[in-house]
């Protein structure tokens, strides 16, 4: 968006025309009493080179990716993201017109959706995926209100491990309707507790949630839970933080997952203290009317030539009203592009060695620390690249001498479940040395003392 | 346009075939035409309580996604599931083969409320106005 100000002579044509001599005028409507009568309390202006400097000391008061050595994930990780992505991505071809309001005019837009949505389904094992929604946690929450659509009963499970924030959005989405979220509970592995999860399953429910790897970094039996799902009649929702696991992991299209979703940042996009993200929603085919969110498809013109659309638009909202299927009515078109760049850059052979390479860290790491001594793993499952200590100490603390140290160790568990105090989570990705590795372990056992 | 004589139709134009206590219902040849082609029938699930008045079905055409209405309260019986593969019966046949479900009814006055033809086509005229 370009910011163009006004000039003098442009505020006073404007003023002239309405018949006002100033623009202090055009608020006389506002009793005085409510009026402003002094300058504002702000800096002087500066110059563009003075801004810019006082703008890099602020950032540089920041612990960022690059000057620490960074070993913090759990749902946003510091991958590397290739040059050809962002060189790509800034194409003004794609980036003035990443939301096409006349779509089918963007034949590259579109044909580069389309590219992302066989790119998505491909990794995750799955038959259709839409052209994006904002972030992992309204993917997953979308993904359930398909569920109750679908299957019209109200109760959703969802297992514990599934990641907090998501599980949040979800309630907020399940406030002010009918629908109901059962939580269940994780057992000491770290995963979820069968015999609870059978029990919640069998009360008539719509659909249950499983995250794999899961918020421990812990990977999920999604083939048993998936059965037992299915035999109760419900749909089986497998979620994702990390979608890089899938380069050595089975995808949840092979454990038979009705939808799978979760969030994309991990395919080349920048952690970006937040956002924009990518939020990944899949499913079997039978189900793509119920899907919410943009789909592009493929067809033929009236000479037969290629065309790409978007399709099936009978499910959104500028068609179907208050009966939509969502109120999304748009996607993350960007982020979505840079995923596409980043697969296809990547190719399957170089998405398995990222993968391959995350997890040998985290068990590189793994075995280090567990011989530290004062710090334990809290769970012993199989994870894929990130997992979970306890320490012998406060954690607080702990993180807090680390960060004197320039080492950022993880999320303190405790903020998300109370019971697992002194717990952190630790993420390892092809970004950290196993020099990084040793210096994190040194550290960890020089903060205990 | 044709509309049969043997059935009684509705303002959204559903149309009703009643044998003793179980009715077909579809919608009219008026209703398909103004659809124009259709390409996806969502059918209710068998079994499914319906109330008179309420959206039970949604007919995709090239043009729109219209919600068919429940002509008669009762439960559904039977649906056309030839429809899911080949919803273009809807525009062919709209009265034989396309058909979309089967009620059990279960209050006949709701029936004698229905539009006869004569009132149905005279309806159709004021809406063409």
């Not at chain 1, 770290?190 to 249950?208: P, Y």
């Not at chain 2, 009684?8 to 124009?36: C, F, M, P, S």
């Amino acid at each position: 968006m370009r910011y163009i100000p006004n000039t003098d002579t442009d505020i006073q044509d404007m003023l002239s025309d309405i018949n006002v001599k100033n623009v202090e005028e055009l608020f006389e409507i506002v009793p005085r009493e409510f009026l402003l009568r002094e300058d504002l309390n702000l800096p002087h202006a500066l110059s563009e080179y003075e801004l810019l400097s006082h703008m890099m000391r602020l950032s540089e008061e920041n612990a960022n990716a690059q000057d620490y050595r960074f070993f913090i994930g759990g749902g946003v990780y510091h991958h590397f993201i290739p040059s050809v992505v962002r060189h790509l991505v800034s194409r003004s071809e794609f980036y003035t017109s990443y939301t096409p309001y006349q779509p089918e005019i963007s034949q590259g837009t579109l044909q580069a959706m389309f590219e992302f949505q066989t790119l998505i389904s491909m990794l995750l094992g799955m038959e259709v995926s839409n052209a994006s929604l904002y972030d992992g946690a309204t993917s997953v929450a979308e993904a359930a209100l398909m569920a109750v659509r679908l299957k019209k009963k109200t109760k959703i499970v969802v297992a514990k491990s599934v990641h907090p924030d998501y599980r949040k959005v979800m309630e907020t989405y399940c406030s002010g309707n009918e629908n109901e979220i059962i939580e269940i509970p994780y057992d000491e592995n770290g995963m979820t507790d069968m015999k609870q999860f059978e029990s919640a399953v069998a009360g008539g429910v719509s659909c249950a949630v499983l995250q794999s790897p899961n918020f421990f970094g812990i990977i999920e039996d999604l083939g048993k839970y998936g059965k037992i799902i299915h035999e109760k009649d419900a749909l089986f929702i497998a979620a994702f933080s990390e979608p890089l696991a899938f380069g050595v992991l089975k995808p949840p299209g092979d454990f038979g997952a009705d939808m799978c979703c979760g969030e994309g940042q991990s395919l080349g996009i920048p952690m970006g203290f937040g956002g924009p993200y990518l939020g990944i929603l899949t499913a079997k085919k039978q189900y793509v009317r119920n899907m919410p969110g943009r789909i592009v498809g493929l067809t033929e013109d009236q000479n037969g030539r290629q065309a790409y659309v978007l399709t099936l638009s009978a499910r959104e909202q500028h068609i179907r009203r208050e009966k939509a299927k969502s109120n999304v009515c748009t996607n993350q078109g960007l982020c979505a592009l840079m995923a596409a760049v980043y697969l296809s850059g990547l190719g399957k052979t170089g998405i398995r060695r990222v993968s391959g390479i995350c997890h040998a860290r985290a068990e590189y790491a793994k075995e280090k620390i567990a011989r530290l001594g004062a710090v334990k793993l809290k769970f012993f499952s199989p994870t894929f690249n990130e997992f979970v200590i306890k320490v012998d100490a406060d954690s607080e603390t702990l993180e807090k001498r680390l960060i004197e140290k320039k080492i950022i160790a993880g999320i303190q568990m405790e903020k998300f479940y109370p019971e697992l105090r002194n717990c952190i989570l630790l993420t390892f990705t092809e970004t950290n040395t196993a020099e990084d590795i040793d210096i994190l372990c040194e550290a960890l056992k020089h903060a205990m003392k | 346009m044709e509309f049969p004589k043997k059935l009684r139709y509705t303002k959204e134009h559903e149309w009703v075939l009643l044998e003793n206590d179980t009715a077909l219902v579809g919608i009219t040849d008026y209703a398909q035409q103004h659809l124009g082609d259709v390409v996806f029938v969502e059918l209710p699930e068998i079994g499914t309580e319906l109330k008179k008045g309420e959206a039970f079905c949604v007919v995709e055409s090239v043009k729109a996604a219209s919600d068919v209405y429940a002509p008669l309260s009762g439960e559904v019986l039977e649906i056309n599931e030839e429809l899911e593969g080949h919803p273009e019966i809807l525009n062919q046949s709209p009265y034989e083969k396309g058909w979309i479900v089967k009620i059990r009814i279960v209050d006949s006055t709701e029936y004698d409320n229905l539009m006869k033809i004569e009132d149905y086509e005279k309806f159709i005229e004021s809406e063409e106005e």
